[in-house]
């Protein structure tokens, strides 16, 4: 009997803090079922964890959606899930979305895309922040998925970024990166990296922090040992880089950020990937999918159109760099 | 819909379960707090989708990724018994080391397997619906691991690992050497938890150094409901009732994201299940009569 209790008050709990947290959107299909004319659009996102980047690809979409007549509640049934890194949890929310028989997902980042591919080849996936969809096996080319899957990738301008230390600071020799070595994303940059230092004239000084813990250390590690910091999209680096960011002011090393919100976190510059738009162009081909009754077998995925050159002045002031007046002048952003 | 659901839940439940089978005996028969599962559940599905990957058959690579599992068990339990580490700080040591052997194994830190042919998909030449393929497989595994484990838990051998965990004075003074008895059950537990993580890469279609998340509480938390809800009484009911806990675990995530949770409460709703789980009284009274003794 007692047992029994205990079950059902574990279940009364789960109902009740699931009732307290309910996004509302029962509600919302009531009001969209009275709308009626048509069916509601349904689309399901599932993102792999909280991240300001992740989250900034998710708003572009919805953005361009909505100035293209999507409006939640009316015409557009949106169920958001995310993971919280958590992989089990990742492929219970891709099960639901096929369950549910949404008519379209959005995948951010490569396990949540994944996770979503290997649970249906029928429903259209449109990925975003993917840095390589064919290793990851979504895709079978760029040029042509041939799958169920199509999107964009967030495959950073390594090189161009690189180039952009010897803009700032044409004397040097030493690049340190700091990357967390689990990371398939980063794996693959510092790859390019390697390739493409010998051409930029500069010698890389690698390190690796496997968590956020260990990031200030390892920056301070490289105080002394080079000219430069150089920090790709590294989710682990990324969520800390206040700690980079610290020991670079602190030492004066400039520290060129692999995208545009690490430059307002204070980083110096970068030239690179802004996840809104990235967001918004794979919003763009959505509308192709809902609108135009594109496949995604056929649709290329798309890397960022215009890449941003984004300065920090502060930061630059902080970390004792002149910026040279063409940049300036060429910058799409700048940070007072 | 519901199908999906229910399959989908119960598939998950089963791939874990064997994890979770894994943590019970180290967590309740050894009575050791082991961390390692969350790095020996990556390490067997990197040793299985490495090894898959590259062409090889899928149950060779599924039970060298089960021996992969023993060899961390061993490493926790030579640390605990050789250096004198602790428990906790023995696990914590070996997870922290495999996270850089799986990334070795792997080569990269995602593999997927999305068209590999894997355990599963042999069943689909069976004529097995691809569908079920995870779940009569799983359910079969988990059955032939109970039964093994129910068999050895009653020989000589598994009646000293069991009095090992219950009273370690009480053994060694009948001549039982108790450091072999603790690496062994290591070894054991290792063993399953990669073997259930072999099973995951596959059923889940790829590997991500990322798996060992969360291992370590599903697995507790999944022991713990399968105690309080089925009970203690006999080793049987044990070890079903864990790998009931285990379903009951993905039924609770999985009905909480269906009922439309903020995704970002569902980590405190997983802690809130197990504190639940550990505050019902069914468990209270049976902790008291632990402590008497059996």
């Known amino acids: 009997m007692k047992k029994i209790l205990g079950v059902l008050l574990v279940l009364s709990l789960v109902v009740f803090v699931a009732g307290c947290g309910s996004s509302g959107t029962a509600e919302k299909n009531n009001t969209s079922q009275e709308a009626g004319s048509v069916s509601p659009v349904k689309l399901g996102i599932i993102q792999i964890a909280e991240h300001p980047s992740l989250d900034a690809a998710r708003e572009g979409f919805l953005e361009v959606l909505a100035e293209n007549g999507y409006e939640e509640g009316k015409n557009l049934v949106v169920e958001y899930h995310n993971a919280q890194g958590d992989i089990a949890t990742a492929n219970t929310i891709a099960q639901k979305l096929v369950g549910d028989q949404v008519d379209l997902v959005l995948a951010i980042a490569t396990p949540a895309a994944q996770a979503i591919a290997s649970a249906t080849d029928e429903i259209p996936i449109l990925i975003t922040a993917v840095t390589d969809p064919v290793a990851a096996e979504l895709v079978e080319t760029l040029e042509k998925p041939n799958t169920n899957v199509t999107g964009t990738t967030d495959m950073n301008p390594v090189k161009e970024q690189l180039a952009l230390v010897k803009e700032f600071v044409p004397e040097a020799q030493k690049v340190g990166i700091i990357y967390n070595t689990s990371e398939k994303n980063s794996e693959v940059q510092v790859n390019i990296a390697r390739e493409v230092a010998p051409e930029l004239g500069v010698e890389l000084v690698e390190v690796a922090a496997t968590s956020t813990n260990e990031v200030l250390q390892v920056a301070q590690s490289l105080v002394g040992k080079v000219d430069a910091i150089y920090v790709p999209t590294d989710n682990t680096v990324v969520s800390a880089l206040a700690s980079v960011v610290q020991v670079a002011e602190e030492n004066d090393i400039p520290l060129i950020v692999g995208e545009g919100d690490s430059v307002r976190q204070g980083g110096l510059a970068t030239i690179g990937i802004d996840y809104r738009k990235l967001g918004r162009q794979t919003g763009e081909m959505a509308l192709r999918i809902l609108e135009d009754g594109a496949k995604p077998q056929d649709m290329p995925i798309e890397a960022q159109k215009d890449y941003e050159l984004i300065i920090n002045k502060k930061a630059a002031a902080n970390m004792g760099v002149e910026i040279p007046q063409r940049l300036l002048e060429k910058a799409d952003k700048i940070f007072e | ?294």
Do not use: C
């Open chain 2, 1 to 294: 819909m519901w199908l999906n659901f229910v399959v989908g839940t119960l598939d998950q439940g089963l791939v874990y379960g064997i994890m979770v089978l894994g943590v019970y005996l180290s967590f309740r028969v050894l009575d050791y707090a082991d961390l390692s599962v969350d790095g020996s559940f990556p390490l067997g599905a990197a040793i299985a989708a490495r090894l898959i990957f590259d062409g090889y058959n899928p149950w060779l690579a599924t039970f060298l990724a089960l021996g992969g599992g023993a060899l961390a068990g061993i490493f926790t339990g030579l640390l605990h018994t050789r250096i004198r580490i602790t428990p906790l700080l023995s696990g914590i040591l070996t997870m922290t080391a495999l996270y850089s052997i799986n990334l070795r194994i792997m080569g990269r830190s995602n593999i997927p397997l999305l068209r590999a042919e894997t355990i599963f998909t042999r069943l689909t030449e069976w004529g097995v619906p691809e569908s079920l393929t995870v779940t009569i497989l799983g359910s079969m595994t988990v059955g032939v691991i109970i039964a093994l484990l129910y068999l050895f838990l009653h020989t000589e051998l598994g009646f000293a690992l069991r009095a090992t965990g219950d009273n370690e004075q009480m053994i060694k003074s009948m001549g039982v050497n108790v450091s072999v008895m603790k690496i062994l059950g290591l070894a054991l537990s290792n063993a399953l938890v990669a073997f259930s993580g072999a099973y995951a890469a596959q059923a889940q279609r790829f590997a991500d150094i990322g798996m060992g998340i969360g291992i370590i509480i599903a697995g507790l938390a999944s022991v713990i409901i399968g105690e309080v809800l089925v009970g203690t009484s006999s080793i049987l009911r044990v070890l079903v009732g864990v790998v009931f806990g285990s379903l009951v675990y993905r039924l609770v995530i999985a009905v909480v994201l269906y009922m439309g949770l903020k995704p970002t409460d569902l980590k405190l709703m997983t802690a809130l299940l197990v504190i639940v789980a550990l505050a019902s009284p069914a468990l209270k009274t049976r902790l008291r009569l632990n402590n008497i003794g059996r």
